[in-house]
């Protein structure tokens, strides 16, 4: 029983590694195929793309005469420290938007992270505004209505405002304000001239026309995603359109005060938010399957609208309670501003940071502070590893010195296990006697293990999920610490000129997994080996088994573990010396327990 709590830990933490390691190998893939798909987006030729449905009856495009194409619709500059883009004013959608700041690969030269594309692109993805005329009567703006602009460029500190008459009395009006980062701000008026009272029901949307890829890994959330009536509601795009079949393409519908919603990615986020807080919405996750020129193809939308119609009198102006538009990178410092300085709730939770949030969070803003005033996210990781090693000094000491005991006494625990070879119950007995005389917690042994996994864990969440660390350096060829060590044994490393990956993914084998895999083994040769071949079998092939298993880990993971168990190494060797000091001449096998039977005693003479 001494090894098999310490062996049903380590089963454990495998299994849950190569839980991991399923749905972690194919992320490079993935990743390429989504960067491979961004490329194709940007040079493919325009095409006609479906036309949208609106929310809650808003009306659709109207299809110009046969033999009288429309020239494309004017467009407003948009000019932000962080984003750069246009509006359409057909239509009045924000469709054009790039993040300044984000590249699509590690090379600086490559594209601009494109987050908004128009509806004539291939992959539309778009946030709208519009009316409904609640009354059946009222002219309203289409998808297809060219706005006036005025106010120039939209800018921080340069407002602009979008107007289109409808000939009839009513003047409608959009609002368009930009802050520093990524927040838009949009306020919808109606300004009512004519001799009778219009109804009418404001509307803002996010409207994805086709399904975009994802990383599909059970650790991480992409899809649907808001805090409503305050709860997190996360719901994957598969599960949208199941719900979606049930309920006529509506997957979710909820009517609540404030809260946001929209669309996650891995790194970007689009999401819709009241100024008002208060201010009641009803919010809907659609799901609507269309037949276009690129064949069947799903569409997904967020869109809000006001609980009831509108009224406005004759002579009067109404203005919608005004949204926001998050359209960015989920910079968790700047979600954080955002909640606590405009008041939207949990608007951190965009980050996937799971159920483990008490600890993925608290790591990394400890990496992120390290990070930044060390001007490298790789040696904050080493530097934060060895806080925690501080950190659990006492309690790894403890399991250490424990183990240190448990080697030495290793020679008559054997004994014992023969000379009792016929009679478990009594090995057991007096194994737990000698425990108890040396002082010996043998489940002890488990604890660097057990306190490992959470931490392990909780900075793999840091590297996955957060954006800060994406494209982050190390040193030498370490470019990407969330990415694979690039490296390969297979190729000898880059000496012949060849890709392993080709063939198959599982051959790739970096130079940090195998700095992991020898640290690893100096590690195993420290602590006891277990008496049961079997079990000793299993510790030693543990090190390759590991050795595989992190090899498409990020890197910052792989490097994590390495100095990790090099400062394991070091702890473990301090004490085993200062244990052996403090022990002077005492003998390295205590004396037995118990007086051996007389036929073990040795022969005289």
Known sequence: MDNKRLLAAIAISIGILLTFELFNRPAREAQLAQQRQQAEQVQQSQQAAPRPVGPLGA???????????????????????????????????????????????????????????????????????????????????????????EGGRLAPGN????????????????????????MFTAEQRVRNTGAEAVQLLPWARIRRESTPPTQGFYILHEGFVGVLDGRLREMSFSSAKDEAGKRAGTAFDLEAPGGWSGFTDKYWLTALAPVDQSARYRVSYRAVPETGPRGQEDRWQVDYTLPAPVEVAPGATAARQALRLFAGAKEVHLLDAYRDRLGIPDFDKAVDFGWFYFLTKPFFHVLHFLGVNLHNFGVAILVFTLGLKILFFPLANKAYKSMSRMKVLGPKMQEIRERHKDDPAKAQAEMMALYRTEKINPASGCLPILIQIPVFFALYKVLFVTIEMRHAP????????????????????????????????????PAWALIMGVTMYLQQKLNPQPPDPIQAKIFQWMPVIFTFMLASFPAGLVIYWSWNNLLSIGQQWYIMHMDAKRGGARPAVPAPVAPPPAAAKPKKG
């Open 159 to 182: 407002p602009v405002t979008l107007r289109w008459d409808n000939g009839q009395g009513q003047v409608f009006e959009i609002g368009f304000a930009l802050d520093e980062n990524y």
């Open 59 to 149: 009306p659709t495009d109207a299809s110009p005469a046969a033999g009288t194409p429309r020239a494309p619709g004017a467009r407003l500059p948009v000019d932000g420290p962080k984003v750069q883009g246009t509006i359409s004013l057909r239509g009045a959608r924000l469709d054009d938007l790039v993040l300044r700041d984000y590249h699509e690969t590690v090379d600086r030269a490559s594209p601009l992270v494109r987050l908004l594309a128009p509806r004539e692109g291939a992959a539309p993805y778009y946030a709208q505004w519009g009316w409904t005329a609640a009354d059946g009567r009222t002219p309203v703006p289409g998808n297809d209505t060219d706005w006036q602009a």
């Open 474 to 509: 190390f040193f030498g060829w370490i470019h990407d610490l969330s990415a694979p060590d690039p490296t390969n044994l297979f190729n000898l490393f880059g000496l012949i000129p060849w890709d392993p990956m080709t063939l198959t993914h599982y051959l790739h084998m």
